[in-house]
């Protein structure tokens, strides 16, 4: 066992040993608050293929990582939060700077800066430590689907390159946060959420091209735990090479600008909390206009995932995943047209099984099986597994 991964084990007994019973820390005196957590994960099988990687690198499977939360209340209405993101495979980063304005014209609520998306439920729920039964992130949230986010591919080049990526544009983006402004209620049963941002659910780096993602959601909590709703976003998408001339940019985006061409995306989510149980589903249509195909790009995602305590401080976690898209027309050496997917569909599912060591801390058992195929209905091109044991302790 090479010295690196004999100090994650010696620092992971360290941690089991410690009977932490706060969840975050307080410096008197100034209102600030801080509280976090740590993940130690240890992988084998296909562990090195970046199949969870994110743009910058960081992976929810990474020996370690660890989020730090800061906040800072002013008054009950008037408070700030920050993150910050620390990963084996990244940089550190800042992952969301934003104040929340409570009950700041009646039941409405507001946040200003850099936060995560108001789309649908995992980005909400995955701020909360413990909300995810498994340690991966759904496809929809995370998997790269390999078209440029400058436009500047065909039909032919999709359909070259339609295996499984590790880059390009994803359905929605749970790690990269959006400058911009949400309002927000949760009143009487009913939520809704409008927010206006800079970039676009597939891209992040889409608020260089001057426009405005348009997200809302409307949801109800019909009975207690149970919340079910709605959500759509509208946003171009593509962003443009800095080196780029004019004339460049002109037959790279057909003559228009990038502004021309929008992301549109419609999806539900799905959240029910019962007994030992916890069971999440969202799912979600996007499409995309693009310069050099005459068709649209779309894709559709969904899951199921659900977390049972079976007896006292055990737990069952699984997640069901799929993706795929839709057809377009290319030609092929010999000049013949053909109708093919865009991106091999891929289908995921994840189970594992923990156990709660300390108040805030957990180790849990995780296997992860995703599958490629050419359409829907084919065998299997490809497969990846990873099996993982992780220790996750909240601070």
């Known amino acids: 066992m090479s010295r690196y991964w004999s100090v994650c084990f010696v620092f992971c007994l360290i941690l089991i040993g410690i009977n932490t019973t706060t969840y975050a820390y307080q410096f008197t005196g100034t209102g600030v608050n801080l509280h976090g957590d740590l993940a130690l994960t240890f992988t084998t099988l296909d562990d090195n293929t970046g199949l969870n990687a994110n743009n910058r690198g960081d992976n929810a499977f990474s020996v370690w990582r660890s989020r730090l939360f800061i906040s800072k209340s002013w008054s009950p209405k008037i408070s700030a939060i920050m993150e910050i993101l620390l ?38 729920r995955s701020t909360y430590f413990k909300q995810n039964p498994v340690i991966g992130t759904p496809l929809m949230w995370n998997y790269h689907l390999g078209m440029t986010t400058d436009g500047n591919f065909s039909a032919e080049s999709r359909i070259t390159d339609r295996g499984r990526v590790g880059s390009g544009a994803v ?73 780029e001339t004019s004339a460049e940019s002109a037959t790279r985006l057909n003559g228009h600008i ?11 989510y799905y959240e029910h909390l019962f007994g030992h149980w916890e069971i999440y589903s969202e799912g979600m249509i996007s499409v995309w206009e693009t310069p050099q195909i005459e068709e649209n790009l779309s894709a559709m995602s969904a899951y199921v995932d659900a977390r049972w305590t079976f007896v006292p401080s055990w737990f069952l976690g699984a997640r069901l995943d799929y993706l795929t898209t ?7 050496d010999d000049g013949v047209t053909q109708n093919s997917r865009w991106a091999y569909p891929v289908s995921r599912y994840e189970v594992a ?43």
């Open 171 to 243: 359905l929605t983006y749970d790690v990269c946060w959006d400058n911009g402004i949400e309002v927000f209620t949760d009143w009487k049963g009913l939520e809704a959420s409008f927010a206006v941002t800079l970039a676009s659910l597939s891209n992040p780096r889409a608020y260089s091209n001057e426009g405005y993602n348009k997200i809302a959601r409307l949801g109800v909590q019909p009975v207690q735990g149970m919340r079910l709703g709605v959500s759509g976003s509208v946003a171009p998408w593509l962003n443009s090479p800095t080196d």
């Open 326 to 332: 839709n057809e377009i027309e290319w030609m092929d």
């Open 87 to 124: 990963d084996e495979n990244a940089d550190p980063r800042l992952n969301g700077a934003y104040l929340v304005f409570m009950n700041f014209l009646g039941p409405w609520n507001a946040k200003v800066g850099f936060m995560g998306t108001n789309f649908g439920n995992f980005a909400y």
């Open 258 to 268: 990038t502004e021309h061409y929008n992301q549109y995306a419609t999806g539900y």
């Open 353 to 395: 099984i923990g156990k709660r060591i300390i108040r805030e801390g957990i180790i849990r058992l995780n296997y992860q099986s995703t599958h490629f195929r050419e359409d829907d209905f084919s065998g299997d091109l490809e497969s990846i597994d990873i099996l993982a044991l992780q220790f996750h302790f909240v601070f």
